[in-house]
T-cell receptor, first 115, second 116 residues
Framework: EAQVTQNPRYLITVTGKKLTVTCSQN?????MSWYRQDPGLGLRQIYYSMNVEVTDKGDVPEGYKVSRKEKRNFPLILESPSPNQTSLYFCASSSDRRYSGNTIYFGEGSWLTVV | AQTVTQSQPEMSVQEAETVTLSCTYD???????LFWYKQPPSRQMILVIR??????QNATENRFSVNFQKAAKSFSLKISDSQLGDAAMYFC?????????????FGKGTKLTVNP
């Protein structure tokens, strides 16, 4: 079954304590992205990766880091979380649209609260 | 930069009736893709329907159909025979067809309530 798996699904943490949200896909997709969803703002892209070792900033990258050492994994790192990073986070993946027909797969979301 | 606007923060419909959710977008590109996503209370993102800009024919998926007006940059979603399970947040999204761009640009969403 095609899946994008995020962990943890729910997390409450304290300001400044480094955390990592993992994302893994089993579809051999080249493209992976992270989005955050905030009330009244929709989803906004944080970072994306076009392939292993290729990453770039999205619209709201401040305070986040990513890495893509393996094709299947794309972790989101918050080095020093702050309360304004309290949000619902989604990982997404897709294949080269020349072969895939544009389907973008989303993980189930990770609720992060920073106190 | 592309933008997507959903002008209706909330909508309601009676069960079995038809409702239309509005979406407009701004782009200078000629080739792109448009999507409607449903987000139920579980917060899962579910693809409802998609439209390729180069196709003139409006996409249809069972009770869901779109009215795509490329010149007007409008992409509305019509839900026919509304069901209680259709209650959710609906997001309109844009994706460029240019190589290397996998970003979805989302609208702010429309919350749909279905009344029994």
């Amino acid at each position: 079954e095609a899946q994008v798996t995020q962990n943890p699904r729910y997390l409450i943490t304290v300001t400044g304590k480094k955390l990592t949200v993992t994302c893994s896909q089993n579809m051999n997709h080249e493209y992976m992205s992270w989005y955050r969803q905030d009330p009244g703002l929709g989803l906004r892209q944080i970072y994306y990766s076009m392939n292993v070792e290729v990453t770039d900033k999205g619209d709201v990258p401040e305070g986040y880091k990513v890495s893509r050492k393996e094709k299947r994994n794309f972790p989101l790192i918050l080095e020093s979380p702050s309360p304004n990073q309290t949000s619902l986070y989604f990982c997404a993946s897709s294949s080269d649209r020349r072969y895939s027909g544009n389907t973008i797969y989303f993980g189930e979301g990770s609720w992060l609260t920073v106190v | 930069a592309q933008t997507v606007t959903q002008s209706q923060p909330e909508m309601s419909v009676q069960e079995a009736e038809t409702v239309t959710l509005s979406c407009t977008y701004d782009t200078s590109e000629s080739d792109y893709y448009l999507f409607w996503y449903k987000q139920p209370p579980s917060r899962q993102m579910i693809l409802v329907i998609r439209q390729e800009a180069y196709k003139q024919q409006n996409a249809t998926e069972n009770r869901f159909s779109v009215n795509f007006q490329k010149a007007a940059k409008s992409f509305s979603l019509k839900i026919s025979d509304s069901q209680l399970g259709d209650a959710a947040m609906y997001f309109c999204a844009y994706r460029s067809a240019e190589g290397g761009s996998e970003k979805l640009v989302f609208g702010k969403g429309t919350k749909l309530t279905v009344n029994p």
